[in-house]
């Protein structure tokens, strides 16, 4: 599928399945708007900002570091975004807390803040996006799908 002139918000895009992600999309002519939570991914970013402008020389790439848990850092995030693209066609949310200890070392209190952290996260992107698709419904007949994972 060619996705020439098209933009993908990656949520979580620098690393594991946000950054395949990223490649396929790249492959495919996809322009790329990449978040990444904190500055320990920084050094995944850089790495696949290389590769990116190495294997696919024409297409953009823009990174966003920003912690997703409030509704202002996701209204920033897809603002930031729109103001270097003019657009997002596609937005992909990979970003998820993992707690890598057996099960059954998991406390309630990580349990509780892996949950709200993906739960909020979810809730604040569907809710942006639901507010993009109508605006850009009403002024360009364009759609905008969502893909969030529910673990």
């Known amino acids: 599928m060619a996705l020439n002139g098209k933009v993908a918000l990656i949520t979580g895009g620098v690393k594991n399945l946000g950054a395949a992600a990223a490649r396929e999309l790249a492959s495919s002519g996809a322009n790329l708007a990449l978040h990444y939570h904190s500055d320990s991914s920084k050094g995944d970013a850089t790495t696949l900002e290389a590769e990116l402008k190495k294997s696919y020389p024409n297409i953009k790439v823009a990174f966003y570091q920003g912690n997703l848990t409030s509704a202002g850092a996701v209204t920033k995030l897809f603002q930031d975004a729109l103001k270097d693209f003019g657009k997002i066609d596609i937005v992909v949310n990979t970003v998820g807390k993992v707690l890598k200890k057996p099960i059954t070392e998991i406390t309630e209190e ?11 996260l979810s809730i604040y992107l569907s809710i942006y996006i639901f507010a993009l698709y109508i605006d850009l419904q009403r002024k360009h007949k364009q759609r905008v799908m969502g893909l969030t994972p529910w673990k």
Do not use: L
């Open 110 to 120: 990580e349990y509780d803040t892996m949950f709200a952290y993906v739960y909020s």
